[in-house]
Structure formats: structure tokens, C-alpha cells
């Protein structure tokens, strides 16, 4: 019967990509051979007991609790159209240069993940409010697309990002230490996006004018400048203080996470767009994707169980660490199954089921401390990616469903090609020099 575990391992894929909902796939599925496992002797129905006190595990985690915080802030400044100010207000501040449009919505794609850590409401924000300027100004289709999808996955890997938070429980590492660790990498994908939209400017001018003069007249240099103060200023404020107050130890990312939802809201109302139906639709939002994380990691948390019972656990170890090259063989495995799952289901769904896989296998060769960090950056870089990768890349159908009708598909698909290329390249950078993200941690 050494087959139940890969059995089960394989009928939940076969559920998932069929279309089924990955949280009851899992928990069909575990009950399934919860029941086999029974009826073949490998445990007993008393073995299930332990399931409720996972629950209750779940339900009391400190560091999960921040994902509800970190998503409620992002939804603030997005619903309040705090982001929609500073959008705009860069856009005119680059808009002048080759290639300044989209440059701008790199610098603000990094802004929106270092204040949301939310994918999708940064794709959507400038998608719909940059994309058609964009385009107005002539800029190429691709290009216009490409770089607002790419922009917005910036929030998977700088910090404070959701992903992050879900990734270091799963990894059972410090989220302090993979905020740090990943910080430096998230900025060098934007710099890689920033170059090669200058790169693109240069080499084919007309696909990324300068915005004419004309749409810059009725700013003065001083009105200009306030304009940038006020809508600058204060986000990058807060994102100091959340960052800073976890890097330098004075609070934890849960503790960070509630502060910045309070300063998100205190912006709001500062602007005079703190309403009724901004924050009923900020707590209905929060509350969707928290309970869409929950019950992912419910069902994961049964499936983990019962795939224990039947020995999957060593299976799949056994399998990891005796791959050629050891932990080298196991990084190439570990990233490249990541990758292709990315093409085709979910990033907290491959989180919850692919990672508490890996994780023990990682640690058998020998990836402990600093070093499991660097494992960690490299993964959540890795599932950036599926956020551009065809056929379901989310960024894709955020910005599809605000583009505008004009726009075809297969240009925002194609457009993403080149960003894909971009992160890989970063992702191999990443991996042939870890210290770019462990020399910060202790």
C-alpha cells in the first residue's frame, strides 16, 4: 500500500485543474483516504482527533493574524482613492520623459506593494487609470500592459506582502527576517522593470512617448510640487513606520499590520474620503479573501494530516533528498514544480499544499536559519511569476477585466512575455547569490 500517498498527492491535482474549489478538494479528498487509511490499518479513526486541535492552532496563529491587517490596509488607501492620488500626481511628475508614463507605474507599482501587499488592487488601480492615458498618449499596447501587470505583482515580494506572511508560517521562519530579506530583491525587480522600460523607450520611441506639454500647462512648478507633497508624503510615511517598526524590532508584523490599518483609515479621513461605503466595502473585501486564505488552510491542514497517516510525508522526503545533486537537485526540483503549478492554480493554493511538502525536506539538507530565508525569498519571487504566467496569471484577468474593450487579449498576454523573462532573470540572481538577501539577517 505504499501507493495511497502518491495516489492521494495526485487525485487532488486531478480535482484542482479540473476545476473544483482547492479547499474542498483537499478536505474531500483527506476524508477519502482518511477512510482507507482506517479500513488498511495504517491509523485509526481516533488518529482524526488531532485535527480539531490543528484548527484550533490555526485559529490562534500570531503571525497569520497580520494577513487580515495587511489586507485591510492595502483596501483602505485603494477603496479611499488614495492610490488613485498618487498614481496620477507621479505620472504627471515622469510624464514629460520618454518613457515616463510607464516608468511612473513602476515607481508607483512599488509604492502600492510596499503600502498594500495586495496584487489585485494594484493592478486594478492603475490599470484603470493609467492604462487609458497610456494608450491616449500612444503608448504600445504591450508595453502598457505589460508593465501594469508586472508593476502589480510587486506586492507578492515586497514587503509587507500577504504572500510573505503566509509563506514564512508555512516555512515556519521569522516573518521580521523575510521581510528583510526580501526587501532588496523587490527593489531590484523594479529597477530590472524600470531599465527595461528605458530600454524600450530608446530603442523604439514610438512606443513610449513623452506625454505633451500641453497636459502639464495648468501646473506651476510650485502647484507641482504641493501636489507631490500631499500625495506622496503621507503613504510613504506610513510605510516607514509599518517597515521600520518591524525591522527595527519595536513591533511585531501583526502589531505593524493593525497599525497600519489604523493609519490607512486616519489618511482616509485626513482627506475627507473616510465614508460609510468606503469602509463597509474595505471590511467586505478584507473579510472574502481572509476567509478565502482560512478555509485554504483548513482543508491543507486535514490533507497534511491524513497524508502523514498513509506515509506520504516520507515518501515525498525520501523522494526530495535523494534527488541528483542533493540540495541543489532539490532547489532546481522544488523551484521549476513551483513554476509550472504557477501556470495553472493558484499562489496560496501551491503555497498550502506544495511548501509544507518541501520544508522538511529542505531542512533534512541542511537549510537552516539565514539560509531557509534565502529558500523562502526565492520561492515568493518564484510565485510572483504565476501571477503572469497564461493561461489563469491573475494580474492578467485583474487588468483584463478593467482594459478597456479595445485592448485584445493576446496583447496583454504578450506584453507579459518580456516581465516573465525579467523575474526569471531575477530569480536567478537571487539563487546564485544569497547574500543579497541574508546579509541583513542575523
Known amino acids: 500500500m505504499d501507493w ?3 495516489v492521494m498527492f ?3 491535482f486531478v480535482l484542482i485543474f479540473i476545476g473544483y474549489p482547492v479547499a474542498f478538494s483537499l478536505g474531500g479528498i483527506a476524508l477519502l483516504f482518511a477512510a482507507i487509511g482506517v479500513e488498511f490499518g495504517y491509523f ?21 493574524l497580520a494577513v487580515p491587517f495587511f489586507i485591510y490596509m492595502g483596501t483602505m488607501l485603494e477603496r479611499s482613492r488614495l492610490a488613485e492620488d498618487l498614481l496620477k500626481t507621479i505620472g504627471l511628475l515622469f510624464g514629460p520623459l520618454r518613457g515616463g508614463l510607464a516608468l511612473a507605474v513602476v515607481i508607483v507599482g512599488t509604492l502600492l506593494a510596499a503600502a498594500t501587499g495586495v496584487v489585485g488592487a494594484s493592478v486594478v488601480a492603475m490599470g484603470m487609470i493609467s492604462l487609458p492615458v497610456m494608450l491616449r498618449y500612444g503608448y504600445s499596447p504591450e508595453l502598457s500592459s505589460g508593465v501594469i501587470c508586472a508593476s502589480g505583482t510587486l506586492g507578492q515580494i515586497v514587503p509587507p ?5 503566509v509563506l514564512a508560517d508555512q516555512l515556519s521562519i521569522s516573518v521580521g527576517d523575510l521581510f528583510i530579506g526580501s526587501l532588496i530583491p ?8 524600470a531599465a527595461y522600460v528605458v530600454f524600450v523607450a530608446f530603442k523604439n520611441p514610438a512606443a513610449a512617448p513623452a506625454m505633451p506639454k500641453e497636459e502639464r500647462a495648468e501646473y506651476s512648478a510650485a ?4 501636489r507631490v507633497a500631499r500625495a506622496l508624503v503621507p503613504p510613504l510615511f506610513l510605510i516607514l513606520v509599518v517597515l521600520g517598526s518591524i525591522f527595527q524590532g519595536v513591533a511585531t508584523p501583526t502589531e505593524a499590520g493593525a497599525l497600519g490599518a489604523v493609519g490607512a483609515m486616519l489618511l482616509a479621513l485626513l482627506n475627507g474620503r473616510l465614508d460609510l461605503p468606503t469602509l463597509r466595502g474595505t471590511m467586505e473585501e478584507t473579510a472574502k479573501l481572509t476567509t478565502m486564505v482560512v478555509f485554504l488552510l483548513i482543508g491543507s491542514t ?3 494530516l491524513v497524508f502523514r497517516g498513509v506515509y506520504g510525508d516520507i515518501w515525498i522526503e525520501d523522494l526530495l533528498t535523494n534527488l541528483p545533486g542533493g540540495l541543489i537537485g532539490l532547489l532546481v526540483i522544488a523551484n521549476l514544480v513551483v513554476f509550472v503549478l504557477g501556470f495553472f492554480i493558484d499562489f496560496f493554493e501551491i503555497a498550502f499544499i506544495v511548501l509544507p511538502l518541501i520544508a522538511p525536506a529542505a531542512r533534512a539538507l541542511g537549510l537552516e536559519g539565514p539560509m531557509m530565508v534565502w529558500f523562502g525569498v526565492l520561492l ?7 501571477f503572469l504566467t497564461p493561461p489563469f496569471g491573475f494580474s492578467l484577468f485583474y487588468l483584463r477585466g478593467v482594459a478597456p474593450k479595445e485592448l485584445p487579449t493576446s496583447a496583454i498576454y504578450r506584453g507579459a512575455l518580456p516581465f516573465i523573462g525579467i523575474q526569471l532573470i531575477g530569480l536567478a540572481v537571487i539563487a546564485c547569490f544569497p547574500e543579497i538577501v541574508t546579509a541583513r539577517i542575523d
Open 380 to 386: 515568493g519571487m518564484n510565485l510572483q511569476t504565476s
Open 161 to 165: 506582502s500577504v504572500v510573505l506572511v
Open 4 to 6: 495511497l500517498g502518491p
Open 44 to 64: 485509526s479513526w481516533a488518529y482524526l482527533n488531532a485535527f480539531p486541535e490543528r484548527v484550533f492552532g490555526v485559529m490562534s496563529n500570531q503571525i497569520l
Open 223 to 226: 502647484a507641482l510640487a504641493w
Open 186 to 193: 523587490g527593489l531590484m525587480l523594479a529597477g530590472m522593470y
Open 302 to 304: 486535514l490533507f497534511t
Open 10 to 12: 495526485v487525485l487532488v
